[in-house]
């Protein structure tokens, strides 16, 4: 969160210096990216533009030709009639069309920009290591992904129109300064008085529009955290506190948008009464033009018009540069993800597939501290010790001897500070991405189920028969259960395999690991909750298989019941991080009294001398 709360200083101190600049930067992108919808869509601005500047020529025309003889002649001629409505229909058929290209290349580009950048975000998430994401909240991380992207591109909208109507402000202008010197200058007088306003507009709205997006995240955060821990919510009674606690973030992000509204309802007003104070200047100074003898009517009909539609460019560019503060601040929060290092780096070198026995597995003086910094503690110290290929391996330890850490460094989810993992005598820092999933599996503690079918849970996408589902799905001793289901393997079993008890999620998740074939399979305290007899079956079919079904594999279990640790070939003690012993379970239970001590726990009551006794043996 630290890293966090310094990225969000950063942004702010950069959106409230310039977030114009800043602003245009994101739009480039956005035009590199998309270079033949902009040009598309700005074509179609400018021939709206252009056409809407035409009319202003058609009133002045219509004015002096038509509408003034027909007052000094008290006759209307027809033909300057139809002349009128040709002019006036044909400049509106093709400002439609211009209005049709604008309006859909941007759409068109904007949506492109969004669905590209959430799919990148997503990509950077999936590469980014879970050391990456444990520093990460969620909400955050959802916040990046959707409203972080919407925000940054919400300026492509308006920006054709934007580009369009400055071809329109430029055309309007120099028509101004060709009918007359005067009232065009008293009306350009808008602009300088348009730019303030908007750099006003700026420095006040930045600060809240990054303090925005940032309570945005945290609104996903607490949200997140308490839907997803709705089962402590409400078994604690914790609903009132978590509806304020959510209820504070709300109400600041309400506050702070409340706060944005204010500037924004106070700037648009002012952009929209700044062109009308100009056509009212231009029509003081332009009847004296007229009385003077030094104008024609028309020529004031003509600047008062086109001076009105001036006033449209410059509301446009309002509009654009009303996003630029949310716009930067979301782009930059993206940016960020985008940017982050960490992510896994992979070499050239792949496991040739063998038949027989599984793997053989080499951890060598293996370290890892999850505090970064070199005072950290470390959780594994100097861990070495091998498994040799098809053999069953039981790492056992007491609670944070580095069991769980030890799991995710063999499947490389983290990489250690020191030291190594092999497989088959290859680093898996060496082997090429994919490599390491095409070999090894792991079965977690806490089994993830997705709202899906059995079948889909079980092959995630993997092309593999029904036959090879069942077969992984009796080595779990899980097809009794699934059979049972009204649709079989088609049941669909609800967002996280809520219709299932926690030892049939356990279950179905040992069956993803064992229908992929692993060479080492890698089990988390896996089956902790299935009741010990079904555990038994589920231990002696690996045992049987080899590990999977088919080939068979090497088998590393991270286990507490003595019934789990006797099935295993070799035990592995650890203590803070280390190895204290190595062995078969007869062999450590006869020679180390705390391994003895531990594993028999579960079986007899635990005395409070035998809990002195073994902090003893710890402190020493």
Aim: glycine fraction near 10%.
């Amino acid at each position: 969160m630290a890293s966090t709360t310094r990225a969000q200083q950063r942004t702010r101190s950069v959106t409230s210096g310039s977030t114009l600049r800043e602003g245009f930067a994101v739009l480039g992108v956005a035009i590199k990216r998309e270079p033949v919808v902009f040009t598309l869509s700005t074509l179609g601005s400018v021939l709206f533009g252009a056409l809407t500047v035409a009319d202003a020529w058609v009133l002045g025309w219509s004015t002096d030709h038509v509408v003034l003889p027909a007052f000094e002649s008290g006759r209307v001629e027809w033909d300057g009639l139809i002349a009128i409505l040709a002019l006036f229909v044909g400049v509106a058929l093709l400002r439609a069309v211009g209005i049709v290209a604008r309006r859909l290349g941007a759409g068109v580009m904007q949506y492109r920009m969004q669905a590209y950048h959430r799919r990148a975000v997503t990509r950077q998430y999936l590469r980014l290591p879970i050391s990456w994401h444990q520093q990460h909240p969620t909400g955050q991380l959802l916040s990046n992904a959707n409203s972080d992207v919407e925000a940054a591109w919400a300026p492509i909208a308006p920006l054709p129109m934007a580009v369009g109507t400055v071809a329109m402000m430029v055309i309007a202008v120099v028509q101004m300064l060709l009918t007359d010197l005067v009232m065009a200058g008293v009306g350009l007088l808008v602009f300088p008085a348009v730019i303030v306003a908007n750099l006003v507009f700026q420095r006040l709205q930045s600060p809240l529009m990054t303090r925005a997006q940032a309570l945005r995240a945290e609104v996903s955060e607490v949200a997140h955290e308490s839907f997803d821990g709705a089962l402590v919510v409400k078994t604690l009674g914790r609903e009132s506190e978590e509806t304020q606690r959510f209820a504070r973030k709300a109400h600041q992000l309400r506050d702070t948008n409340v706060k944005a509204g204010r500037v924004r309802a106070a700037f648009d007003p002012v952009l929209e009464a700044l062109p009308n104070l100009g056509v009212l200047a231009v029509l003081a100074v332009g009847v004296n033009q007229v009385l003077a003898g030094r104008a024609a009517p028309g020529d004031v009909v003509t600047i008062g018009y086109l001076l009105t539609i001036v006033a449209f460019p410059i509301r446009s560019l309002g509009w654009l540069l009303g996003e630029f503060p949310r716009s930067v601040v979301g782009f930059q929060r993206v940016s960020a993800v985008l940017a982050a290092t960490g992510e896994m780096q992979y070499g050239g070198r792949r496991i040739e597939p063998v038949t027989g026995p599984g793997a053989a597995l080499a951890v060598d003086h293996l370290a890892y501290r999850y505090d970064r910094s070199e005072d950290g503690p470390p959780v594994l110290a100097d861990l070495t010790f091998t498994v040799a290929p098809g053999r069953t391996v039981a790492v056992v330890g007491e609670t944070a001897s580095g069991k769980s850490t030890l799991t995710s460094l063999l499947v490389r989810l983290v990489d250690p500070d020191r030291g190594s993992v092999s497989v088959d005598g290859v680093d898996l820092r060496d082997l090429a991405a994919g490599v390491v999933a095409e070999h090894v599996a792991l079965v977690p503690q806490q089994a993830f189920l997705f709202d899906d079918t059995v079948r889909g849970n079980v092959t995630l996408g993997l092309d593999v028969s029904d036959d090879a589902v069942w077969e992984a799905l009796r080595t779990a001793q899980a097809d009794g259960f699934v059979a049972a289901l009204p649709d079989g393997l088609d049941t669909r079993i609800g967002e996280r395999g809520t219709s299932l008890s926690g030892g049939q999620r356990q279950r179905l998740s040992l069956a993803r690991a064992l229908v992929r074939r692993p060479r080492l399979l890698v089990m988390d305290d896996a089956t902790s909750a299935v009741d010990p007899e079904v555990e038994a079956r589920i231990l002696a079919a690996l045992r049987a298989s080899g590990g999977g079904p088919g080939e068979g594999a090497t088998v590393l279990v991270v286990a507490y019941r003595k019934a789990t640790i006797s099935l295993a070939d070799e035990v592995v003690h650890l203590v803070d991080g280390r190895v204290a012993d190595q062995g078969t379970h007869a062999e450590l239970l006869s020679r180390n009294p705390g391994y003895a001590r531990l594993v028999n726990a579960y079986e007899h009551e635990v005395t409070v001398e035998e809990v002195a006794g073994s902090d003893e043996v710890r402190s020493r």
